[in-house]
């Protein structure tokens, strides 16, 4: 049905685990060479090693994506390996809790720059190879929270969420004419080693509140992804995409216990 993607060049930030792991796995299984990038070495050699035994093309890099000159060390590697860039996922982001009466000019500064800053610098960095390849693809993770719904501590979060979605809008119709298109995918709640040790009980709260009764795989939002990166969706573009499950819909707690 879809033009296949199979020997594309991706690029994904924060993909040593999580959203950017199932990104990258989603990817790698549908034929694409994959670079996979975190901060931490060994969480990205073992990331590599999970995907290359299943046989897959990966490659993987270290970056900080708030740092804009390990970015563009991150697409000059990506280009030496792959031979270029089609399709950049901007993945990589944190998300600590903090309240606004005690968060710090600190705290603010590494939530906005990973989250957005480093979202445009690794755009930025990709671009002129996105630009060479004549049909890029940017695919930024951005989430329910900020740009819909709010969850008190993050506030900081929330905000880069929202900032991201305000950036691909501009973007999009600056990189239009070289045929590159960016748009986001706005995950809801999505299993994550990072929710391990939460227990269940907190896991079946979580689920109870999204009407297709269950949290998100990282794979969703992995297909999502691979969805705006086909040649199909070549004429869309500036667009979200909320992947949560209807978790966004209930106007109340009623309305969801009227299902
Ligand atoms: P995660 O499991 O904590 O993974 C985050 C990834 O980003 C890791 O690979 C991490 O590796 C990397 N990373 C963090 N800071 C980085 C930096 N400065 N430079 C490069 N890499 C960096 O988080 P996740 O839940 O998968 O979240 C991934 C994205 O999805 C984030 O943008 C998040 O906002 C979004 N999201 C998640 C959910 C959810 O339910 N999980 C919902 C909505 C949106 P290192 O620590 O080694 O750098």
């Given at each position: 049905m879809f033009t296949s993607i199979e020997g594309r060049s991706v690029v994904v930030t924060g993909a040593s685990r999580g959203i950017g792991f199932g990104i990258a796995s989603t990817f790698a299984s549908a034929g694409a060479k994959v670079l996979i990038s975190g901060r931490d070495a060994d969480g990205v050699r073992s990331a590599v090693s999970r995907l290359a035994d299943q046989g897959y093309e990966v490659f993987g890099r270290t970056v900080d994506v708030a740092d804009r000159s390990s970015c563009d060390e991150l697409a000059a590697y990506a280009v030496e390996v792959m031979g270029g860039i089609d399709i950049l996922c901007a993945n990589a982001g944190v998300f600590p809790s903090v309240r606004l009466s005690d968060m710090t000019p600190e705290q603010l500064e590494e939530v906005l720059g990973i989250n957005l800053k480093g979202t445009v610098y690794a755009v930025q960095a990709c671009l002129p190879h996105l630009q060479s390849c004549g049909h890029g693809r940017v695919i930024v993770t951005s989430s329910i929270t900020g740009p819909i719904t709010g969850f008190p501590g993050w506030s900081h979060y929330g905000a880069s969420k929202a900032a991201q979605l305000g950036f691909i809008r501009t973007a999009a119709m600056e990189l239009a004419p070289h045929k590159i298109t960016i748009n986001a995918v706005m995950p809801g709640n999505i299993v994550t080693e990072?929710?391990?040790?939460?227990?269940q009980d907190y896991l079946d709260q979580m689920a109870a509140s999204v009407p297709l009764g269950s949290l998100g795989d990282v794979a969703d939002i992995g297909h999502a992804a691979l969805f705006f990166a086909?040649?199909?969706?070549?004429?869309?573009?500036g667009q979200t995409l909320v992947v949560d499950?209807?978790?966004?819909?209930?106007?109340s707690v009623e309305a969801l216990q009227e299902i």
């Open positions: 990072g929710l391990d040790g939460m227990g086909t040649d199909e969706a070549a004429y869309i573009t499950g209807g978790q966004v819909l209930p106007e």
